[in-house]
């Protein structure tokens, strides 16, 4: 069974400023799928990035941008230039190769400063 | 376009109540996903439809969670004998197809309260 864990439960950051959220995973599997999913107030999950294992290259959209290190299983997201209105929670999460299903990691509330 | 849609938003019941929770998939979507997330928590996957038959419904806890999807578009979730640690966001999403390559579009949840 894969586990992914997200060890800051809350962090903050001024506006215009970089910020970055851990996660780390655990999987037998040698290919899967990893993404970022942001959570605001009106509870909708967002696809914020997403990750192929494969892929050596870091994924990036836009201010978003990910570490990926398949070797010590650790995915984490960089925001660049932070807004207001990336204010929410944010899941890390997995899906293997083969499944439909997501294992969410639990979550690390971000908190934009003005 | 239309996203997925749930209803009702909220849902406040007794212990030991039946309830039934909705899913409007996006129009063409095959694919529909049942999660529930307690406070404080992840999303926990609970089914996975592809059509009209459910594929993976290894995350229902236990035989008091039950759901359909008869005509391979809305998807009923079904929570008989209802306890207190029933209460959490159910959270459904679709995709085009099932797989990794397509996207989960998630809706807005239904908070379902046990009282």
């Known amino acids: 069974a894969q586990t992914v864990t997200q060890s800051q439960p809350e962090m903050s950051v001024q506006e215009a400023e970089t910020v970055t959220l851990s996660c780390t995973y655990d999987t037998s599997e040698s290919n899967y799928y990893l993404f970022w999913y942001k959570q605001p107030p009106s509870r909708q999950m967002i696809l914020v990035i997403r990750?192929?294992?494969?892929?050596?290259q870091n994924a990036t959209e836009n201010r978003f941008s990910v570490n990926f290190q398949k070797a010590a299983k650790s995915f984490s997201l960089k925001i660049s230039d932070s807004q207001l209105g990336d204010t929410a929670m944010y899941f890390c999460?997995?899906?293997?190769?083969?499944?439909?299903?997501?294992?969410f990691g639990g979550g690390t509330r971000l908190m934009v400063k003005p | 376009g239309a996203g997925v849609s749930q209803t009702p938003s909220n849902k406040v019941t007794e212990k030991g109540k039946y309830v039934e929770l909705r899913c409007d998939p996006i129009?063409?979507?095959?694919?529909l996903y049942w999660y529930r997330q307690s406070l404080g928590q992840g999303p926990e996957f609970l089914i996975y439809f592809q059509g009209t038959g459910a594929a993976d419904d290894s995350g229902l806890p236990n035989d008091r969670f039950f759901a359909v999807r008869p005509e391979g578009s809305v998807s009923t979730l079904k929570i008989q004998r209802t306890e207190r640690g029933d209460s959490a966001v159910y959270l459904c999403a679709s995709s085009l197809a099932g797989g990794v390559f397509n996207e989960q579009f998630f809706g807005p949840g239904t908070r379902l309260t046990v009282l």
């Open positions: 129009s063409g979507h095959t694919a």
């Open positions: 999460a997995f899906m293997g190769n083969a499944g439909n299903m997501l294992t």
């Open positions: 990750q192929e294992a494969y892929k050596q």
